[in-house]
């Protein structure tokens, strides 16, 4: 009778241990998804504010800047949409420029620039990374190219819109 | 006799305490393991706070750099205080993310007396030249930019300090773009008794000096040259670094291995803007803008890309300075940049 009690007190014991251990996992759990959440959320604020304190120098960087302040060269961008290098350059999960057209067209409307139609289009996409969340952030700035007329050579300019995206991250990704 | 007896058969028989001894050992045991883990467990959870936050720290440093992008401007400064005294590492690889390169911020800061926490993940920069020590402590960041341009302007280099330097004997021309800049923590002296920090010293050789610089633009450029320290060498004890134009800036307050990674960098850079600007030829040809830079320029970048140590810099000079040239004498709006 008496070994019975003792192994049942063993038993009650392990239960109960067992039951502690599975607590504290479980609370260690939810400070990690806590933690972890936080984390993610933070981690895409410092990007969203990345690519909005760099969005607004980024028409005079070098390989856009046209001389003028906040001037975008269009002539480089035909040159910067064929090149994939600059997709891990920048901050930004995608980068475009939206011509004056754009304002008022459908974006189903919209013509992608290539160097066969170049200027005669919309949208001079750099790069698109493709990401599944995306917030866009744009910077109104003046677009420029080179243009003749009766023998005589210009800077013909235009308003358009440059924009950049940045990944929203969710947590576990 | 019999009372020995008897107390010896009682301690036999009296089976109780036994069976309370082991219970309470047990849960002793028990709850050491389990208090064990929950104080393992609870410092892991605040280790990771600690680096995430450090993490965090670096990501926002990085973002405080962008306003120093100097767009027209040919320079600009800043000064970041922080509440407790800080360290920040720095490294740079020019072969990781080819073709551009990369560097990495990493922060750390003073805890419980003068020990400092763990150091937080390194956040990358991709698009930025920081031009720094490997680690730098204190509670103030010194920041400013200058535009570095080959004849066109390739990228803003950024210098971090957080030391006071002497400039001694410093030429005029110097001293004035650094107070255009408003930086605080550089005084000047035409006395060494007078230098505190790290001196600088300009066309001297003294072994209180603890940087050099020598000018020698005049030897290699000579009428080119607006100044004599236009090009030349900055000395650190063993090392020699070369530098044309506003790199003079980036040697002086850089170590050679960031400095030498950073110029490996800026002449990928060269390289790449250089193909941009040979597509732009081509498209502003069409339109009745012709110009000879294409061959100077194809001639700068295979050198850019040939560079192998800074001493090679001073001779690049020479090509971006017949594509200015040439860029000069064109017509305002085919200018190439």
Known sequence: MKNKKAQLKIQEMAFFLVAIILFFILVGLFAFSIIFSNLSKGATSAAEERTLSSITNLAD???????????????????????????????????????????????????????????????????DKNVKNERAISNYVALCRVELENDYNYKKCEIAKLVAGTELKAAGE | MADKKSMISYLFKNKQGIEMGFNVMFAIFAGIVILGLAVYGATKIINTGEKAIYTETSAKIISLLDPLETGLASGKSEQIKFKK????????????????????????????????????????????????????????????????????????????????????????????????LGIKNIQFSDNLQNCTGVIVCFGVQSSECNVKVFGSCEDSFGSICESEYDYGRVSKGLDDIYYIDSLLYAAIFSSPEIYDCNLKRLMNKLNELGL???????????????????IELRALMDSAKALSSSREIIGLARFAKDIDKINQATASACKLY
């Not at chain 1, 997709?87 to 057209?101: A, G, N, R």
């Not at chain 1, 066969?116 to 919309?122: E, F, G, I, K, V």
């Not at chain 2, 600007?277 to 294409?294: F, H, N, V």
Request: glycine residues 4%; contains cysteine; charged residues 25%.
């Open chain 1, 61 to 127: 960087a070098p390989e856009f800047s046209c001389g003028e302040p906040n001037c975008v060269d269009s002539d480089k961008l035909v040159a910067l949409m064929q090149n994939k290098k600059y997709e891990k350059f920048w901050p930004f999960s995608s980068l475009s420029v939206h011509k004056q057209s754009t304002f008022t067209k459908n974006e189903s409307d919209w013509i992608k620039c290539t160097s066969a139609n170049y200027p005669d289009c919309d949208v001079f996409e750099i790069y």
């Open chain 2, 85 to 180: 005294e800080t360290r920040i590492f720095f490294e740079c690889n020019a072969l990781d993310n080819p073709p551009f390169g990369k560097q990495t911020i990493a922060f750390s800061e003073q805890t419980f007396g003068d020990k400092f926490g763990e150091q937080g993940g390194a956040v990358p920069v991709y698009n930025k030249y920081v031009f720094s020590q490997d680690i730098i402590q204190g509670s103030s960041l010194n920041i400013f930019s200058k535009e570095f341009s080959m004849p066109f302007k390739i990228a803003d280099l950024i210098v971090i300090n957080t030391e006071n330097y002497c400039f001694y004997q410093v030429p005029n021309e110097i001293k004035k773009d650094i107070e255009n």
């Open chain 2, 276 to 294: 941009v600007y040979i597509d732009k030829i081509k498209i502003i040809q069409r339109k009745g803008c012709g110009s000879d830079i294409e």
